[in-house]
């Protein structure tokens, strides 16, 4: 009869979490062992590669909820109120992702060097899709004028990504940090005009 295991995968993903976000891709097995309390070969028997216990580490498949929740929202409430929700959640949500990629990205951009980039949904290419879809469904019902709705999703991700990127990724260097909120309706308010019926 095997013995019952004492520590849970769980818990293993815990300190894999903790150590490559201290330490990146190049942690080492032997170090997120320790940390979990375990032997290598245990980790090696739950997670059969050091890609495989990385992806479940960092955990990437929880982004984009709000996609889901933004398509549901077709057709009802008000269509900017729908997108400022959207677009907050966004940051939301990157605020969670972006040390994660970094991480991931700390083994290299090309994919043939990095296969964990394999693994890896583009959330950006993923999010404008999201987005151009619920557009276009709302034009479709007269909510928002006929537009490009392609070219106004890659606006609006375009105009995120760089926020995120300025508040979240870089140091402040000279800048006043802008308050998401007020940053999502100023967005909006440059935006909506051309978006509104």
């Excluded at 942690?27 to 940390?35: E, L, V």
């Excluded at 889901?68 to 409430?77: H, I, K, R, S, Y």
């Excluded at 972006?98 to 950006?124: A, C, T, W």
């Amino acid at each position: 009869m095997a013995r019952p295991r004492s520590i849970t995968d769980e818990q293993i993903v815990e300190a894999a979490h903790e150590v490559f976000l201290e330490q990146g891709f190049s942690a080492t097995t032997a170090a997120i062992a320790r940390r979990a309390g375990v032997s290598e070969g245990t980790l090696f028997n739950r997670f059969p590669t050091k890609e495989d216990l990385f992806m479940a580490a960092i955990g990437l498949s929880n982004y984009g909820r709000w996609r889901p929740q933004l398509l549901e929202q077709v057709g009802q409430g008000e269509v900017r109120r729908n997108l400022e929700r959207a677009m907050m959640s966004v940051l939301d949500e990157a605020e969670v992702l972006m040390p994660k990629l970094m991480v991931m990205f700390s083994r290299g951009h090309d994919p043939g060097h990095n296969p964990l980039l394999q693994r890896l949904d583009d959330p950006i290419r993923s999010d404008a899709d999201a987005l151009d879809t619920y557009l276009q469904a709302e034009a479709q019902r007269g909510r928002v004028r006929p537009l490009d709705a392609s070219v106004t999703a890659l606006a609006m991700m375009g105009a995120l990504t760089h926020y995120i990127h300025r508040e979240r990724m870089l140091p402040p260097m000279g800048h006043d940090s802008v308050e998401r909120g007020r940053f999502v309706r100023g967005l909006l308010d440059v935006m909506w005009p051309g978006m509104a019926p």
